[in-house]
Nanobody, 123 residues
């Protein structure tokens, strides 16, 4: 069973934008550090962005300047907004969470995961 649920993926043209949402039924995400990872077939999960329980944010070099991450506390949600999308952004995007702590780019540090949402960028 899923602990986190992602939504917002889909097909978008290069240069376009997407908003990915992560909700955590049964948990209060405001007390968790939440991160987004992405993965393509046969490759390791790649860190994209994270927001700590303190709301400190971290972005991978590959998305810096093209991405924002924020909390929507009323909806118990974390939203990743991406613009100027590139074909290289095509992947399954996963939401992950760990209780308190700092944002880390190591996927094994996160104990709760969603099932992923597919993002496909066409050129």
């Amino acid at each position: 069973q899923v602990e986190l649920v992602e939504s917002g993926g889909g097909l978008v043209q290069a240069g376009g934008s997407l908003r990915l949402s992560c909700v955590g039924p049964g948990r209060r995400l405001s007390t968790y550090t939440v991160a987004w990872f992405r993965q393509t077939a046969g490759k390791e999960r790649e860190f994209v962005s994270g927001i700590a329980w303190s709301n400190e944010t971290v972005f991978a070099d590959s998305v810096k300047g093209r991405c924002t991450i924020a909390r929507d506390t009323a909806k118990n949600m974390v939203v990743l907004s991406m613009n100027s999308l590139k074909s290289e952004d095509t992947a399954v995007y996963y939401c992950a969470a760990r209780f308190l702590g700092e944002v880390t780019q190591t996927s094994s540090a996160y104990r709760s995961w969603g099932q992923g949402t597919q993002v496909t960028v066409s050129s």
